[in-house]
């Protein structure tokens, strides 16, 4: 399993907006091949703050959810270009 951990920031008035495409990338992305999970949360202390639990089965399932069209559109062209800040790591579980 690979497990894709992401915290992104926006501006204030910005993050009603964010919000509403990390929702349709979260839908789409569980839609995929390969998907385990994958789910956003918005910080309780901070509204601007958003935190994003990708799970995939391998890395050919993260790779594939790179190369999509929503990914694209929404990832890249959307909360990335959005964001004052964004922080990822890829994991693995712990044996």
């Known amino acids: ?3 894709n951990a992401v915290i992104y920031t926006f501006a204030p008035e ?3 907006k964010a919000a509403a ?3 349709e990338l979260r839908e789409l992305s569980r839609k995929e091949p390969g998907v385990v999970g994958f789910d956003v949360a918005r910080s309780n202390h901070n509204p601007a703050v958003f935190a994003l639990w990708e799970e995939y089965q391998d890395q050919a399932a993260l790779d594939s959810h790179f190369a999509s069209d ?3 559109r929404l990832g890249i062209n959307g909360v990335r270009l959005l964001a004052k800040q964004r922080t990822g790591e890829t994991c693995r579980p712990l044996d």
């Open 14 to 16: 910005d993050a009603d």
């Open 1 to 3: 399993m690979i497990i």
């Open 70 to 72: 929503h990914f694209k």
């Open 21 to 23: 495409i990390l929702r």
